[in-house]
C-alpha cells in the first residue's frame, strides 16, 4: 500500500470553540412605518427630531419612490422611530441590521452615534448593546446622497458612486432595504476567511 503525503507550506490549524448560549437568538424586524423628514440645508441633530415637522414613510423604500414631490430629491433626510424593548440578556448583544441604505448613512440610537456606513448597496450592522435601555428607544438615520442632477452632496460626488443600469430609471436614496434587530450570543460563529 502506497501513502501519499500532501507536503503544504505552511501547516494549517482551525479550531474553533462552543460557548454556551443563555438566551436564544431572535430577530426583530423594523420594516414598517418609520417618520421621515427632508433636511436640505443639513441642519438637524439627532436631538432635534422630535421636534421637526416629519412625515410617515414605509421602510424599506426610497424617499424618492415614498414621495411624489422627493422624486429629484437629492441631499440629506432623516428617518427615525421608536422601538419599544428590553436590553440583550446575559451573554447576548444587540445589532442594528440594514439590508441597504443609499448612499451614506450615520446611525443613532437616543442621541448617541452607533456608526456611519458608505455605500447604497451592502448590507451593514452595528452592536448597539450599550446604547439602549429598557422602554422607549429612539433609532435615527441621517442619510446623504447625491444625484446626476446635484453632483456633489457633503463630499459625496455621484460621478464616483458605483452604478449600473438603474441609474436609467428613478433615483433610490434611503433605507431601500429591510432594517432589522439582532439579539445574538456574544460569542458566534462569524465569517470565516482561510
Given amino acids: 500500500m502506497r501513502k501519499i503525503l500532501a507536503i503544504l507550506p505552511v501547516p494549517v490549524f482551525v479550531a474553533v470553540t462552543f460557548f454556551?448560549?443563555?438566551?436564544?437568538?431572535?430577530?426583530?424586524?423594523?420594516?414598517?412605518?418609520?417618520?421621515?423628514?427632508?433636511?436640505?440645508?443639513?441642519?438637524?441633530?439627532?436631538?432635534?427630531?422630535a421636534r421637526a415637522n416629519g412625515i410617515p414613510v414605509g421602510v424599506p423604500s426610497s424617499w424618492q419612490a415614498a414621495f411624489v414631490d422627493r422624486r429629484d430629491y437629492a441631499g440629506?433626510?432623516?428617518?427615525?422611530?421608536?422601538?419599544?424593548?428590553?436590553?440583550?440578556?446575559?451573554?447576548?448583544?444587540?445589532?442594528?441590521?440594514?439590508?441597504?441604505?443609499?448612499?451614506?448613512?450615520?446611525?443613532?440610537v437616543?442621541?448617541?452615534?452607533?456608526?456611519?456606513?458608505?455605500?447604497?448597496?451592502?448590507p451593514f450592522e452595528f452592536d448597539i448593546t450599550s446604547l439602549v435601555h429598557p422602554g422607549d428607544n429612539q433609532i435615527a438615520v441621517r442619510v446623504a446622497d447625491a444625484s446626476a442632477q446635484v453632483k456633489q452632496v457633503e463630499g459625496i460626488r455621484y460621478a464616483e458612486i458605483p452604478h449600473g443600469k438603474q441609474d436609467w430609471?428613478?433615483?433610490?436614496?434611503?433605507?431601500?432595504?429591510?432594517v432589522a434587530l439582532d439579539f445574538r450570543p456574544r460569542f458566534r460563529l462569524g465569517g470565516a476567511h482561510i
Fill in 76 to 108: 440629506v433626510a432623516w428617518y427615525w422611530r421608536n422601538v419599544t424593548m428590553e436590553p440583550p440578556a446575559a451573554g447576548q448583544l444587540l445589532l442594528l441590521r440594514f439590508g441597504a441604505v443609499d448612499y451614506r448613512a450615520d446611525v443613532f
Fill in 20 to 49: 454556551p448560549c443563555q438566551a436564544a437568538a431572535k430577530t426583530i424586524s423594523l420594516d414598517g412605518n418609520w417618520i421621515f423628514v427632508a433636511d436640505p440645508a443639513a441642519s438637524f441633530e439627532a436631538g432635534d427630531l
Fill in 110 to 122: 437616543n442621541g448617541q452615534k452607533a456608526g456611519s456606513h458608505e455605500g447604497g448597496y451592502l
Fill in 169 to 178: 430609471y428613478v433615483q433610490t436614496s434611503g433605507l431601500w432595504q429591510g
